[in-house]
């Protein structure tokens, strides 16, 4: 089988999905699914009401050019000004979640007439050259040596490894490490570039004040906050966006992944008045295509319909009961983290990271049928990123599975 990067020795090949399980018919196998393409499939696999949406528009409209107006995008951008924060109303809309960032930076630098930018160790944001320069997991760069124009700050989240679970005291060393470059490199730099949770650095969540004193920094020098909600954003942690659970509104802000529910829509949302500096004609080709605008207004109203964001926010809770049963019972968990339906679990033997077990461990949940993901800079963090339309029936069932394959380990 051509496979380049897989969790598993021997991989599932699915050939259908239904809300929150996958199917293999080679082998006929059922998989109760944790890990939702990474946050891409909220709303759940082949979900009737969205794609009776999204094939009702491919049937009428497919696509033309953003210098003709199509109601589908002006639709959703007046939609999505409705749910996200504050006073960010303009969306322009690209593919995939690189292209949003690049989107975010190239506005950044059109805004502040400043080109550097800083990003944070543990933090991912694409697999463009720029989004890999503002990249700080070693693994996902192009290159491991610093970009021209890029500044990597310390992160917020302590070493659970070394015993370190002081969130406040990471917090601190993150902000001063920010304004130290804030500082060295006066007005030069146009915008940090975070994740709300860091996603593929191992579900790293701040302490809640840390984007508070973040903004209030960036401010006193005049540089932008793109928040990056590719990973996190529409309903995961219990609200619309995971920004919204830490007091502040970015400058710019993100979307990809779930706003498609696994059509190629993204977009870069600010406020009116940096949206103005946006010289270019188009931000892409096929961006905010009628299929993808129509398919994502879709997503917008079934999250609201079915009070994803309640949902999210209540089975998020009873995970991290179950979670923290299964710590309490295992040593190897050394660290549950997480808001709403993202939660990582950091399994570690002694200060080492417990890298082949957490493969044995994910080998031996997809053969008792259920898919859980993994990340973290060591790759030992497993990751539960559901579909958002799971039930505690199905909560149960990963926990049980998981204390029996747990002890096995
Ligand atoms: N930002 C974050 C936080 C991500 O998790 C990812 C993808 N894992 C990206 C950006 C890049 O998105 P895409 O793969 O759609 O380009």
Redesign the pocket.
């Known amino acids: 089988m051509p496979c380049s990067f897989h969790f598993y020795q021997n991989p599932p090949q699915i050939t259908r999905g239904k809300m929150q399980y996958l199917y293999d018919d080679y082998v006929g196998g059922k998989y109760l699914d944790f890990f939702a393409g ?2 891409v499939m909220n709303c759940g696999h082949s979900n009737d009401t969205i794609i009776k949406d999204s094939i009702e528009q491919m049937k009428t409209l497919q696509h033309t050019t953003t210098i003709y107006l199509t109601q589908p995008i002006v639709d959703l951008a007046e939609k999505l000004s409705k749910v996200l924060p504050g006073d960010l109303n303009k969306s322009f809309f690209c ?7 690049e989107g975010a930076m190239l506005l950044a630098k059109l805004y502040t007439g400043n080109n550097e930018f800083i990003y944070l160790d543990a ?6 050259h720029l ?1 890999m320069s503002v990249t700080g997991i070693d693994m996902w760069r192009a290159s491991p040596n610093p970009e021209l124009g890029t500044h990597r700050a310390t992160g917020f989240y302590p070493n659970v490894a070394q015993n370190d679970f002081d969130l406040e005291l990471a917090m601190n060393k993150s902000i001063s490490s920010i304004e130290e470059i804030l500082i060295k490199q006066n007005n030069k730099i146009a915008a940090l570039i975070i ?1 709300p949770i ?3 650095g191992g579900i790293l969540t701040p302490h809640k004040e840390y984007f508070i004193k973040l903004k209030s920094l960036l401010i006193k020098h005049n540089v932008l906050l793109i928040v ?5 954003g529409f309903a995961r942690t219990g609200k619309m966006f995971a920004i919204e659970n830490f007091g502040i509104t970015p400058d710019i802000m ?1 979307i ?2 779930a706003l498609g529910n696994g059509q ?1 829509i ?1 977009a870069f949302c600010t406020t009116n008045e940096i949206a103005a500096s946006f010289t270019r004609p188009s931000a892409s080709t096929l961006g905010g295509n009628p299929v993808s605008s129509t398919t994502a207004i879709s997503v917008l109203n079934y999250i609201e319909n079915h009070s994803l964001c309640e949902h999210a926010s209540k089975m998020g809770d009873y995970l991290t009961q179950g979670l923290q049963y299964l710590q309490n019972r295992h040593n190897i968990i050394r660290d549950i983290r997480g808001i709403g339906l993202m939660q990582g679990a950091e399994l570690v033997e002694g200060i080492s990271p417990a890298i082949e077990k957490t493969d044995k461990i994910l080998e031996s949940m997809k053969d008792n049928g259920i898919l859980i993901g993994k990340n973290g800079l060591s790759r030992n963090v497993l990751a539960f990123q559901p579909p958002l339309v799971i039930c505690k029936e199905n909560i149960d069932e990963c926990i049980n599975k998981l204390d029996v394959v747990l002890k096995l380990v």
């Open positions: 990474v946050s593919l995939s979640g690189s292209e949003a960032n933090g991912l944001h694409g697999r463009t989004t994740e860091q996603g593929n990056d909600e590719v990973q996190t993100t990809a992944k190629p993204s």
